[in-house]
């Protein structure tokens, strides 16, 4: 898929850094655009190093915040169409469940934004889903978009589209430097590469690559317990592949944010995992000591005693992945502050992978100077306070 390594020097009409699924969609936009783009990638692909690998992802219509709810129809009209275009099914609808308090103030708010009255109480949920329980004063929300996006099988799919349409795609290039101007020069571990516009989307990487452009990003990556489950009774329909996606918020017996999907990639496996990590570098992440406390395992433990008891409450199978937050949860797309050709996608806080057919249209049009096609005031650099050092 990738360039030889030989030393390049050449210009382009854009270059993108980072070939997760975010930089990714904004190359693959770019190139149906007709712009003459390089994706630059650090490790070589396909790599498990960052937040894009694994082989699912949940996608949903339910959000509380309404900047998403708006986005997530074009999301996945985007997706429908990479479908299309790279012959290939990337999404299975299984629906969704959001489980919380009744009257919870964001389980309100994903009801509204699926606009309609679709709630389950414990005795409805329990005869749709006998594998999911509910306690008193708890209640789901239904939504029927939803289901599991393959994550794998859908970064592929946009590199290779992106490829067929022109783009250039280069592989265990690590960048060295950006120099800014009109046109901007970046030095990589192969080569030196122009282009009058740069859009960095490095996932866990990115506050690092921007720090010499003068920015400080409050970014955190985060190490993630990734989970899977054994099904008591294999193949039984109620825990098994048949069990819709769910997220859990606010519930008295698991007050933090769990989600699970179905027993989709381990044959009797159910991934449930919980929404938050361990603060690490991302160049340290698997160096965790033998014996280090897992306290996120423990709370997944009692969670699924609880609410999910035809699953055994120890995981089979632990892996690792990285999320990058932000401190509000949000994302950032927005121009560098000095530089308006310097794009930056970041801060995805392990909820970016459904919306990036989106994510990647709005990185193209800011970095192509057009009015983004959904309002992007909500994901400024800016609502950070300090971030842009002394000038350069």
């Not at 390049?8 to 783009?37: E, K, M």
């Not at 690998?53 to 709810?69: L, V």
């Amino acid at each position: 898929m990738a360039a030889p390594s030989q030393p390049q020097h050449a210009t382009y009409d854009a270059i993108v850094i980072g070939a997760g699924i975010q930089g990714s969609f904004a190359a693959y936009h770019l190139a149906q655009r007709h712009r003459d783009t390089l994706l630059l990638e650090q490790f070589i692909l396909p790599h498990s190093r960052g937040s894009s690998h694994g082989q699912s992802r949940i996608t949903r219509s339910a959000y509380a915040w309404m900047p998403y709810a708006r986005m997530m129809p074009d999301s996945f009209r985007l997706w429908q169409r990479l479908e299309a275009e790279a012959s290939t099914s990337l999404y299975r609808q299984t629906g969704l469940v959001v489980l919380g308090p009744a009257g919870d103030p964001e389980l309100e708010g994903c009801r509204r934004s699926l606009g309609a009255d679709r709630v389950l109480d414990a005795t409805a949920l329990a005869q749709r889903f006998p594998g999911l329980r509910l306690h008193a004063g708890e209640v789901a929300i239904w939504d029927g978009t939803g289901g599991v996006l393959f994550a794998d099988r859908a970064l592929r799919a946009v590199q290779d589209v992106f490829c067929r349409h022109g783009g250039t795609l280069r592989d265990g290039e690590k960048v060295l430097r950006i120099e800014p101007g009109a046109v901007l020069t970046i030095t990589t571990t192969a080569g030196v590469y122009r282009a009058p516009r740069l859009i960095i989307a490095a996932g866990a990487w990115t506050g690092a690559i921007v720090a010499p452009l003068g920015l400080r990003l409050p970014l955190q990556p985060l190490r993630i317990d990734v989970c899977y489950w054994r099904e008591k009774e294999p193949g039984t329909p109620s825990t098994g592949r048949a069990c819709p996606c769910f997220m859990a918020m606010g519930l008295n017996q698991a007050p933090h944010g769990v989600y699970g999907l179905p027993a989709l990639e381990y044959p009797g496996l159910v991934k449930v995992c919980y929404h938050h990590g361990s603060p690490v570098d991302p160049e340290e992440r698997d160096r965790v000591p033998p014996g280090t406390p897992r306290p996120d395992v423990a709370l997944l433990s009692s969670f699924i005693s609880s609410y999910l008891p035809g699953l055994e409450p120890r995981p089979a199978v632990v892996e690792t992945c990285l999320y990058t937050n932000t401190p509000d949860g949000d994302f950032i797309l927005d121009r560098h502050p000095k530089f308006s050709n310097i794009v930056i996608g970041a801060g995805f806080s392990g909820h970016g992978f459904k919306l990036a057919p989106v994510v990647g249209k709005l990185l193209c049009e800011l970095s192509l100077g057009e009015e983004p096609s959904h309002s992007t005031a909500p994901f400024a650099i800016t609502r950070f306070p300090g971030v842009l050092r002394a000038a350069l």
